[in-house]
């Protein structure tokens, strides 16, 4: 776990993809995107099975190891209304019972907008962006906060690629800070990832082998 300072508050890195907000108790989840491959199933497309279990089983390891008291999902919970089908839904509702006691809130992002508001029997919240946390504003498409507070956004899935020698590299999930604003890397199993393009003054934090760990800032040319 790393742990940064945005404007005035303090963030923890989690390597789950995740981050965590002491202050608050507040554990922040980008892009879930749950039920992403059962839809693409519905296309016809051959995906493999599990991925909705295998994002369920992290979040419960986050919490376990943060004691959050509420879960803020920065938008793209659902992947489409196809989510919302009972095969779909049963692991999340299954999940949900085990934690009846844990607040949920969705910051609604574009996915959602198609795939509806979750099933009331999640007791998710859903409100709009941005949403006032402390020194934060919790979005999900990044965009400039109100003078004094830094946002922290999804939407992107954000990555960063590492070069070895020749044409090895590697493609990692990562945490992306800019000036006033950071970007949190896709919770979900099953989301892709685009490369990050960074300045000298940003800070990224890669994750890899159940770590978190900053990469080394470019060099001013």
């Given at each position: ?135 934060l504003e919790l979005q999900h498409h ?28 590697l493609r990692l999930p ?48």
């Open positions: 776990m790393v742990q940064i300072e945005l404007a005035g508050t303090l963030l923890q890195l989690l390597p789950q993809r995740c981050a965590f907000l002491p202050a608050a108790r507040a554990l922040l989840v980008a892009d879930a995107h749950l039920g992403k491959a059962h839809s693409f199933r519905r296309l016809g497309v051959p995906v493999p099975e599990g991925p909705t279990d295998d994002t369920l089983d992290r979040l419960s390891a986050a919490l376990a190891v943060t004691g959050a008291e509420q879960v803020i999902f920065l938008g793209d919970l659902l992947h489409s209304r196809h989510a919302q089908a009972e095969a779909a839904a049963a692991p999340v509702t299954r999940w949900r019972q085990q934690h009846a006691q844990l607040s949920l809130v969705l910051v609604r992002g574009n996915h959602d907008r198609h795939a509806g508001d979750p099933p009331p029997t999640w007791g998710v919240q859903a409100v709009d962006e941005p949403m006032a946390l402390d020194t990044p965009a400039p906060p109100a003078p004094g507070r830094y946002a922290i956004a999804g939407h992107l899935h954000p990555a960063v690629r590492l070069c070895g020698r020749g044409r090895d590299h990562c945490f992306h800070f800019a000036d006033g604003l950071g970007v949190l890397p896709a919770f979900g199993d099953f989301t892709g990832g685009h490369v990050v393009r960074r300045t000298p003054a940003d800070r990224v934090f890669a994750i890899a082998a159940g770590q978190v760990v900053e990469v080394p800032r470019p060099r001013e040319s």
